[in-house]
C-alpha cells in the first residue's frame, strides 16, 4: 500500500515557477514509477511526466507541450517525488495529481492512467495572466 500527498500548489504569475511535491508512504518508493497527471476545469485529466524507478533506469518521460519547462524528479531517500515547473502560462492552470505505479512504462505507455494503482488528493496551481 501507498499513501500519496501532494502540496505546493498556489497562484503564480504567468511566467513564473512553482515547485511541486508528493510525499509518500512505504517502503516500496523508490521502484515505483511515479507521475504526474493534471486536470483542468471542464476538460480531461492530462498527463504531464513520469519518472522510472530504482533498477528500471529512473528515466524520465513528458507531455510535449511541457518539455523544457517542466522537470520531475525524485529524491528516493524522503520518499518524494517532485515537479519543479517554470514559465508557467495560463493554460497550465489546473489540479495536479501525482500518482504511481509498482511496474516500469516506456513513452506512451505512461501516459495511460489506468495504469497508475495510487493517486494523490491533488494540489490546485492557478497561474494569472
Known amino acids: 500500500q501507498v499513501q500519496l500527498v501532494d502540496s505546493g500548489g498556489g497562484l503564480v504569475q504567468a511566467g513564473g515557477s512553482l515547485k511541486l511535491s508528493c510525499a509518500a508512504s512505504?517502503?516500496?518508493?523508490?521502484?515505483?514509477?511515479m507521475a504526474w497527471f493534471r486536470q483542468a476545469p471542464g476538460k480531461e485529466p492530462e498527463f504531464v511526466a513520469a519518472?522510472?524507478?530504482?533498477?528500471?533506469?529512473?528515466?524520465?518521460w513528458y507531455a510535449d507541450s511541457m518539455k523544457g519547462r517542466f522537470t520531475i524528479s525524485r529524491d528516493n531517500t524522503k520518499n518524494t517525488l517532485y515537479l519543479q515547473m517554470n514559465s508557467l502560462k495560463p493554460d497550465d492552470t489546473a489540479v495536479y495529481y501525482c500518482a504511481a505505479r509498482p511496474d516500469g512504462c516506456v513513452g506512451y505507455m505512461c501516459y495511460n492512467r489506468a495504469r497508475y494503482t495510487y493517486w494523490g488528493q491533488g494540489t490546485q496551481v492557478t497561474v494569472s495572466s
Open positions: 519518472i522510472t524507478g530504482v533498477g528500471i533506469g529512473g528515466n524520465t
Open positions: 512505504g517502503r516500496t518508493f523508490s521502484t515505483y514509477t
